[in-house]
């Protein structure tokens, strides 16, 4: 087991402060040590990947269930650094070929095109685990305060027991 101490680490999303251990206590839903350290289980690792996996392999366009908040932003973790580790490679394979980034868009839309699916098939599943219909999605489309209430959504822990979507993936 390995110790960080993240009391000084701080993650920048546009423009936005947010405090690693704020993020993982409330988006993760896991509690913190007393001594604001950080540990990281390696065991973990396998399975957090899995939950992109899974929305890739198994849940590719199944709007039906429940997903957990940690099977939703481990997907969008995961998500984002495809997308950005294709947008370096494509970027300097542009710069060694002499193109103008044609290269590297055409990748990134290629890969965002494969992700759109599972994207809104985790996304519903999610509002369904928090006892919201799919079709709550279409709030997102209100400009600034849209893209608020669906963060705010997917933040929320999921409703107790079984509800008109399935029964509580984590099984309470």
């Not at 481990?74 to 947008?87: K, P, Y």
Request: aromatic share 12%; net charge positive; glycine share 10%.
């Amino acid at each position: 087991m390995v110790s960080i101490d993240f009391s000084e680490f701080f993650i920048y999303i546009m423009g936005w402060k947010i405090d690693i251990l704020v993020m993982k206590k409330y988006c993760l839903g896991e509690a913190l040590e007393s001594n604001s350290a950080l540990n990281i289980n390696h065991n973990h690792k396998e399975k957090n990947m899995e939950y992109f996996k899974n929305c890739i392999l198994k849940h590719y366009i199944d709007f039906k269930g429940r997903a957990r908040r940690r099977e939703y932003w481990f997907f969008a973790l995961f998500a984002a650094i495809i997308i950005i580790l294709v947008g370096v490679v494509g970027g300097v394979l542009d710069n060694i070929l002499g193109l103008s980034g044609t290269l590297a868009t055409a990748l990134v839309t290629i890969v965002d095109l494969g992700l759109i699916l599972p994207s809104l098939s985790v996304l519903v599943r999610r509002l369904h685990d928090i006892g919201k219909s799919g079709w709550w999605f279409w709030v997102s489309l209100i400009p600034v305060v849209g893209g608020i209430i669906l963060l705010v959504f997917m933040l929320l822990d999921s409703q107790p027991g079984s509800n008109a979507y399935g029964s509580n993936p984590k099984g309470k």
